[in-house]
């Protein structure tokens, strides 16, 4: 891992047996779910631009690189980290570990956007969003 970043955290989640397909390993939806926790956590820790009316933050892309099976039993770690700043969005990284295999098994990124729901288009980043990551 050897990654550090001010702006980033970690989350550990259980591995439910539920998660497992047919094939007896997790499905590869449950990725997305577990980047989804970090994700939340990560926008709460660092105050993403709270809503505001009827403004907030929207995922754009997702993208899921699968390395290794994982199952039931086993604990993961998700990292996540801002990788890029945008002027209304921001880009994030993130690598899942199994405690089980002592490795990462997959990789990702998201694009989350913030929104002026009520104009449908995006909007800039809030200067309290960016003291928060020290880039102001």
Same mark, same amino acid.
């Given at each position: 891992?050897?990654?550090?970043?001010?702006? #980033?955290?970690?989350? #550990? =989640?259980?591995?439910? +047996?539920? /998660?497992? %397909? @047919?094939?007896?390993?997790?499905n590869?939806?449950?990725?997305?779910?577990?980047? /989804?926790? @970090?994700?939340?956590? +990560? $926008? %709460?820790?660092? !105050?993403?631009? /709270? !809503?505001?009316?009827?403004?907030?933050?929207?995922?754009?892309? &997702?993208?899921?690189?699968? $390395? $290794?099976p994982?199952?039931f039993?086993d604990?993961?770690?998700?990292?996540? +980290?801002l990788?890029?700043?945008? *002027?209304?969005?921001?880009?994030? &990284?993130?690598?899942?570990?199994?405690?089980?295999? *002592?490795?990462? =098994?997959?990789?990702? *990124?998201?694009?989350?956007?913030?929104? %002026?729901? /009520?104009?449908? !288009?995006?909007?800039?980043?809030?200067?309290?969003? $960016?003291?928060?990551?020290?880039?102001?």
């Amino acid at each position: 891992m050897g990654r550090t970043n001010r702006a #980033e955290i970690e989350v #550990e =989640i259980q591995v439910a +047996w539920g /998660e497992m %397909d @047919a094939y007896q390993h997790v499905n590869n939806a449950v990725f997305l779910r577990w980047f /989804e926790t @970090a994700r939340i956590s +990560w $926008l %709460d820790r660092f !105050k993403f631009p /709270e !809503k505001e009316g009827k403004t907030g933050p929207v995922l754009r892309a &997702a993208s899921v690189e699968y $390395l $290794l099976p994982v199952a039931f039993p086993d604990m993961v770690t998700v990292r996540v +980290w801002l990788k890029k700043l945008g *002027n209304t969005s921001v880009t994030l &990284a993130y690598e899942v570990s199994s405690a089980q295999r *002592n490795s990462v =098994i997959a990789k990702g *990124n998201t694009v989350v956007v913030y929104v %002026d729901h /009520e104009k449908g !288009k995006s909007r800039a980043l809030t200067k309290r969003f $960016l003291k928060q990551l020290g880039e102001t």
